[in-house]
């Protein structure tokens, strides 16, 4: 069964830097696309970045230039930088996997921005 654990998420005023983690309990090659996805208060479950695995990345719109997603693949590691940060970033922040038979997702990791 995979895992997948998010850290780094907290609270920050607006205009900071978090970074968040996303490791995964086997190695990243197993799956087809990765990505973070965000779920405000009232709100739907939206794509924040993704990558495939031949390299193409995506973003949404509203975090396009500000957020980076990269990975580790010797540490089974997805991060994503975020950086200028935004009260209407404020999310619960989930990792995504997907091997192409099954989806898999992480517990979330709470991001407040202060304004």
């Known amino acids: 069964q995979v895992q997948l654990v998010e850290s780094g998420g907290g609270l920050v005023q607006a205009g900071g830097s978090l970074r968040l983690s996303c490791a995964a309990s086997?190695?990243?090659?197993?799956?087809?696309?990765m990505g973070w996805y965000r779920q405000a208060p009232g709100q739907q479950r939206e794509l924040v970045a993704g990558?495939?695995?031949?390299?193409?990345?995506n973003y949404a719109d509203s975090v396009q230039g500000r957020f980076t997603i990269s990975r580790d693949n010797a540490k089974n590691t997805v991060y994503l930088q975020m950086n200028s940060l935004k009260p209407e970033d404020t999310a619960v922040y989930y990792c995504?996997?997907?091997?192409?038979?099954?989806?898999?997702w992480g517990q979330g990791t709470q991001v407040t921005v202060s304004s």
């Open positions: 086997g190695t990243l090659y197993s799956f087809r696309v």
């Open positions: 990558f495939s695995r031949g390299g193409t990345t």
């Open positions: 995504n996997a997907y091997s192409g038979s099954s989806d898999y």
